[in-house]
């Protein structure tokens, strides 16, 4: 069954309506300059609201070790999404499970990619954008990726209704990570686009089973 992250949760309502849907996993934003971003005691908060079976992005971009392991013990089965420069010194050194987000450009040395970050829980490929780090809405040319990725992978970066099925049909993409495209407003969801796109990926996964 392909897995589906919803990112970018800064609200109860949202948070309450996205846990009683068939996701397996949530992303709170703690990168304090995303139109996203939430603070850790509202992380916390939310966090405890959900069941144990939708796993807990913390989304941190070029944080300091000492406030990643503060996050990391207040909320203890979070999972820590580097979505940086973070090295895979870095991401190890918290020895715990880590996902590493990567900002795909066409010139991204995906060998090394493979190398360095293999002992990542997942990665998390997304567009690469000049300003923001993630949750732009802009979707990348998936072709980048073709025969070159050996880890598995969510795919991200404005993934929707019309590209979803090339997603999840690349080789070791095991699921989706959508954000902005299921928005009204940036940090506020649109609960409507989000069951929609839910019920395609999982009816999509249903199809293909079927069809081998």
Not at 26 to 37: D, H, P, T, V
Not at 73 to 82: C, D, L, M, V
Not at 89 to 117: H, M, S, W
Not at 163 to 189: Q, R, T, Y
């Amino acid at each position: 069954m392909s897995y589906i992250k919803v990112c970018g949760i800064t609200n109860l309502n949202d948070l309450d309506f996205v846990s009683n849907t068939k996701i397996n996993a949530i992303g709170f934003n703690l990168y304090a300059k995303s139109k996203r971003f939430i603070d850790l005691p509202a992380a916390k908060e939310m966090s405890e609201r959900l069941p144990e079976h939708i796993e807990i992005f913390l989304i941190f971009v070029n944080h300091e070790k000492e406030f990643v392991l503060n996050c990391l013990n207040e909320i203890p089965r979070a999972i820590p999404q580097f979505h940086g420069d973070e090295s895979k010194q870095y991401c190890e050194g918290f020895k715990r499970d880590y996902v590493k987000a990567i900002r795909i450009e066409p010139d991204t040395d995906l060998e090394k990619i493979n190398q360095d970050y293999k002992s990542a829980k997942m990665m998390i490929f997304d567009s690469h954008d000049e300003k923001d780090y993630g949750g732009t809405g802009k979707a990348f040319d998936l072709n980048l990726l073709r025969g070159k990725v050996k880890l598995p992978f969510l795919a991200a970066g404005g993934i929707n209704e019309f590209n979803f099925k090339k997603a999840l049909n690349s080789e070791n993409c095991i699921g989706v990570d959508f954000c902005s495209s299921v928005e009204k407003v940036p940090g506020i969801k649109d609960h409507n686009k989000v069951k929609d796109l839910i019920e395609k990926v999982r009816s999509f996964h249903v199809w293909r089973t079927n069809a081998r």
